[in-house]
T-cell receptor
């Protein structure tokens, strides 16, 4: 199964940018890179996804390395509400379908 | 955005009983849904892939006779935990796929006494 590796935790100050890294060295050519975040006792919330090119949306930016073996989620101005566990996952395609496997995630702490 | 609901949001049951959890895509049709379980302070663990009109595909180590999955329509998948035991207590989360996006339900907390 395609795996991702993320730091266990990161800390940021409010109003500052945050760069959350993810390694996925076993990624296949058709695997999408997805980012979700989860608050306690809630389901994961979609943040952003991409395949090869960098992506921007209202929540964040996703920078994908040229070899696609790593990516970085960028929160441009962290707020207290951004404190959550961030998961980088791969959509791994196989014959007959695909599946998504979660890694351990990064717990982001935001200081006021 | 697309919405996925789960029912119930929490359930407490006695050991040996069966519990059914529903996952619905409210404003879209989903050929594929996933079921995950999550223990405290741990990541989500994929249990099975549910495809409408066909048998679910279970991950290694997940007992298909204990965790029955039915995806009878394009908007509903159900997970039944049969003969539940305290070790089955967990947070169960479903997700539904729309295009290249995956939308998650709010989760169901199961407590088996």
């Amino acid at each position: 199964d395609a795996k991702t590796t993320q730091p266990n935790s990161m800390e940021s100050n409010e109003e500052e940018p945050v760069h959350l890294p993810c390694n996925h060295s076993t990624i296949s050519g058709t695997d999408y890179i997805h980012w979700y975040r989860q608050l306690p006792s809630q389901g994961p919330e979609y943040v952003i996804h991409g395949l090869t090119s960098n992506v921007n949306n209202r929540m964040a930016s996703l920078a994908i390395a040229e070899d696609r073996k790593s990516s970085t989620l960028i929160l441009h101005r962290a707020t207290l509400r951004d404190a959550a566990v961030y998961y980088c996952i791969l959509w791994a395609f196989y014959t007959g379908g695909f599946k998504t496997i979660f890694g351990a995630g990064t717990r982001l702490f935001v200081k006021a | 955005g697309a919405v996925v609901s789960q029912h119930p949001s929490w359930v407490i049951c006695k050991s040996g009983t069966s519990v059914k959890i529903e996952c619905r895509s409210l404003d879209f049709q989903a050929t594929t849904m996933f079921w995950y379980r999550q223990f405290p302070k741990q990541s989500l663990m994929l249990m099975a892939t549910s495809n409408e009109g066909s048998k679910a595909t279970y991950e290694q180590g997940v007992e298909k006779d204990k965790f029955l999955i039915n995806h009878a329509s394009l908007t509903l998948s159900t997970l039944t935990v049969t003969s539940a035991h305290p070790e089955d207590s967990s947070f169960y989360i479903c997700s539904a796929v729309l295009g290249t996006e995956q939308f998650f339900g709010p989760g169901t907390r199961l407590t088996v006494l």
